[in-house]
């Protein structure tokens, strides 16, 4: 992350990595993702975003024995995929009075400028995210 004036820009990678078998006898498969962003704040106390989420997800390992890809074709193990995403976003700073002192909103609309998915699932058209953040501890 880096601040210059009123602007940031950022990157972050994340991975979840499926480690062992379930009792069923199989493993999801991993994800590996990441975002870079940049956003201003072009009024007192609000700032909007610009975001790119990258994604890959592998297929399932395994399967479980009790499902039947042929009669039900959800149950296919095929799972994998790759998506990209644009995000724009629009968040207060934080609030400094009132029943909401010391949280912030935040709204983003995700929208996939590519998608390349492996087996049966379902696209994704566009996400929306409404959040209510604070940094209080407890």
């Known amino acids: 992350v880096k601040q210059i004036k009123k602007w940031s820009f950022g990157t972050q990678g994340m991975a979840t990595l499926r480690i062992g078998e379930n009792n069923l006898g199989y493993t999801l498969g991993n994800i590996y993702s990441g975002s870079t962003w940049i956003s201003t704040s072009f009024l007192s106390s609000l700032s909007c975003s610009l975001r790119a989420n990258a994604s890959i997800w592998n297929d399932i390992n395994g399967s479980d024995p009790t499902l039947n890809p042929m009669m039900v074709p959800t149950a296919s193990t095929t799972r994998g995929g790759k998506q990209l995403d644009l995000i724009i976003g629009l968040n207060t700073l934080h609030l400094d009075n009132g029943f909401?002192?010391?949280?912030?909103?935040a709204m983003e609309l995700s929208i996939p400028v590519y998608q390349s998915l492996d087996g049966t699932q379902l696209t994704t058209d566009w996400v929306a995210t409404i959040g209510l953040?604070?940094?209080a501890i407890y």
């Open 100 to 105: 909401f002192k010391g949280y912030r909103a």
């Open 133 to 135: 953040q604070t940094n």
